[in-house]
């Protein structure tokens, strides 16, 4: 009797192995793909409406506006960030997906490189490498598919992530930014101890703000002038979520700068601001 072999279809998974530079080889890119599905899940949680009808995403973007008009007192006037001048529908917009004027082939390549700095007491060597554009994009597969069109990875000092332009469906222009970050112990990226989703959102081809679970990051490339170098400004805050109705932020408030020099260190500036929204 012949025995009946019931062939199934085998799922091809998607092969994410360029997206670790070869200076990395311990690193798994299997955390890009978790990384990268937990930060799709967290935007998208973003967007849910609460009992009053407003999302996260919502509430957020208007925490980034106030902040940004009681910053400017606590900064140096060449490191402020009057340069952010979106409103909060644009933000909103952007985290939905219409994020106008991005460029999934130029949206990390004004961050490209080795900068130095202080993170909090830490000194941080922060690297951005080239992005890796993606013509056709690639599919992440799960109950929520997106494609991603390209992807930058990051060394950050305490740990490594990367960057992502994607969209929901495989032809739209309707480009939105994904990040993930895994922190390590002692330098190690095989001491992986804590996981951080980011929904990013381009304000300009100098200019990324980035919403994580608590708190939020102003990050703009400033070119050199006159005699100030070139440099890369980290500008935040920490913020609570009162239920799903309110946020506010009560003091710690931050700055880093980074320049190209490892001997140009500017110290880290922590301030106070208090705000509410919406």
Do not use: C
Not at 221 to 246: C, S, W
């Amino acid at each position: 009797m012949l025995a009946l072999v019931l062939l199934l279809p085998v799922r091809s998974l998607a092969d994410w192995s360029w997206v670790v530079p070869t200076e990395y080889p311990s690193i798994s890119a299997d955390l890009f793909e978790k990384g990268i599905k937990e930060a799709e899940k967290f935007r998208r949680n973003l967007l849910l409406k609460n009992a009053a009808g407003l999302t996260q995403a919502e509430i957020l973007s208007e925490a980034v506006v106030r902040f940004q008009k009681l910053v400017g007192d606590h900064l140096a006037k060449e490191n402020n960030v009057k340069g952010f001048r979106l409103k909060h529908k644009r933000l909103f917009q952007a985290l939905e997906g219409d994020n106008h004027g991005l460029e999934p082939q130029q949206a990390f390549s004004a961050f490209e490189g080795k900068w130095y700095g202080v993170w909090d007491k830490m000194e941080v060597d922060h690297y951005w490498f080239p992005q890796i554009n993606q013509t056709p994009p690639v599919k992440v597969e799960g109950f929520h598919a997106f494609w991603i069109h390209s992807v930058q990875f990051a060394w950050i000092g305490d740990g490594f992530g990367w960057n992502v332009v994607a969209s929901e469906k495989e032809d739209s222009d309707e480009y939105y930014v994904l990040g993930t970050v895994f922190h390590v112990r002692d330098k190690d990226p095989d001491q992986v101890y804590l996981h951080r989703p980011h929904a990013g959102i381009s304000a300009g081809q100098d200019r990324l703000i980035w919403l994580t679970a608590g708190e939020v990051f102003l990050e703009e490339r400033i070119a050199a002038k006159g005699d100030l170098p070139e440099r890369y400004t980290i500008t935040g805050f920490n913020y609570q979520m009162n239920g799903r109705d309110q946020l506010s932020v009560k003091g710690n408030s931050f700055q880093a700068v980074y320049s190209r020099d490892p001997e140009i260190r500017t110290p880290w500036r922590q301030f106070w601001i208090n705000l509410t929204a919406p």
